[in-house]
């Protein structure tokens, strides 16, 4: 099965999410660190659920999922213990054209949750399409330790210099071997040395102070 990588924007769509307990806890918190617009079916919740409802960030309804949920939606999770209605909600919304996602049941999923490494706006996405979700998990892991906090820092001075480049008259060639070249390993060492200088520099004029 070929994978289609994809980083979604998802600001201000709106999003289903089908349960409401532990485990969609966490795919609805996901949901609302993105940006989206959270609507929840579910007769029971969690504590962080109803508290999000009642802070107005999300839209719970406290029943049984109805097709009519379905409607308006860019995209549904499914996080229930009930492998009947996983599966009705999953052949609804493939009916209707809407990206779903069952947890732990790979095969109704339109798309699964990777593990990621985020630094800022630099984010690691790992998957194995549901074959390992321990192995993605270890492999984050692992990324963690190799790309610190300093990445999303570099990251965010590219993104400026790029801008800034872009508004510049410049030859799109010579554009294009300066950006390569700032995103290069040695500029990124040169960026952590000078910053680590002028982070020593602004403690000992603390301490002069």
């Known amino acids: 099965m070929n994978l289609f990588p994809v980083f979604l924007k998802l600001g201000g769509r709106p999003c289903l999410v089908v349960g409401a307990e532990t485990v969609g806890e966490g795919k609805i918190r996901g949901l609302l660190e993105a940006g989206a617009e959270v609507r929840v079916v ?10 999000w409802a009642r802070a107005g960030q999300i839209t ?4 049984p999922f109805a097709a009519s949920d379905l409607e308006g939606a860019f995209l549904v999770v499914v996080a229930t213990p009930r492998r009947e209605l996983n599966d009705a909600v999953f052949r609804q919304a493939q009916q209707a054209g809407i990206l779903c996602n069952v947890v732990d049941d790979p095969e109704r999923c339109d798309f699964y949750y990777p593990s990621v490494v985020q630094r800022a706006d630099f984010q690691i996405a790992i998957s194995t399409g549901g074959h390992s979700p321990f192995l ?8 963690e330790q190799t790309f610190g906090p300093e990445y999303g ?3 965010e001075w590219l993104g400026k210099v790029r801008r800034r480049l872009f ?3 410049i030859d799109p060639e010579r554009r294009r071997r300066l950006l390569r070249r700032l995103a290069s390993r040695e500029q990124f060492e040169t960026f952590i040395r000078r910053r680590a200088s002028r982070d020593r520099t602004e403690v000992g004029a603390d301490i002069q102070r």
């Open 136 to 143: 993605a998990q270890r492999l984050r892991q692992e990324f």
């Open 167 to 169: 508004r510049m008259s």
């Open 42 to 51: 579910a007769p029971h919740a969690g504590a962080a659920v109803k508290a």
């Open 153 to 155: 820092v570099w990251v």
């Open 60 to 63: 719970w309804h406290a029943r």
